[in-house]
C-alpha cells in the first residue's frame, strides 16, 4: 500500500488549500479513504472521511469549509479546504481502510503526511 499527499503549504488565515493523496498497491475503490490531522502537541483527529461509494462525513469544526472527494478511477483522494484559520494548522496524513468505514482513527494504512501552516 502506498498513500502520497501533497498539497500542504502556508496560507494566511481565511485562505485556501486543496490537499491530494496518491493512492497505490491496493483495491482503493473498496477502501474506505480519510484525512486526519494531528497538531503539535495533540492527538491524531478524524478530519473527513469517505465511503467507497462516496459517502462523506466530516468533522463539526471543519462542517462547511472542508470538501472531501475521491476519484476511483484515477486513485486520488482529495480535500479541499476552505476559510483557513489558526486551529487547522496541523500534519494531515491520508489514510485507508478495507473494513465499512467508521469515525475513528484506526486506519490501517497511512501516509507520511503533509503540513499545513495557517498564519
Known amino acids: 500500500v502506498q498513500l502520497v499527499e501533497s498539497g500542504g503549504g502556508s496560507v494566511p488565515a481565511g485562505g485556501s488549500l486543496r490537499l491530494s493523496c496518491a493512492a497505490s498497491r491496493f483495491d482503493y475503490s473498496r477502501h474506505c479513504m480519510g484525512w486526519f490531522r494531528q497538531a503539535t502537541g495533540k492527538e491524531r483527529e478524524t478530519v473527513a472521511i469517505?465511503?467507497?461509494?462516496?459517502?462523506?462525513s466530516y468533522a463539526v469544526s471543519v462542517t462547511g469549509r472542508f470538501t472531501i472527494s475521491r476519484d476511483n478511477a484515477k486513485h486520488i483522494l482529495s480535500l479541499q479546504m476552505n476559510s483557513l484559520n489558526a486551529e487547522d494548522a496541523a500534519m494531515y496524513y491520508c489514510?485507508?481502510?478495507?473494513?465499512?468505514?467508521?469515525?475513528?482513527?484506526?486506519?490501517?494504512?497511512w501516509g507520511q503526511g503533509t503540513q499545513v501552516t495557517v498564519s
Open positions: 489514510a485507508a481502510d478495507p473494513r465499512p468505514c467508521r469515525w475513528s482513527t484506526d486506519f490501517g494504512y
Open positions: 469517505i465511503s467507497a461509494n462516496g459517502g462523506p
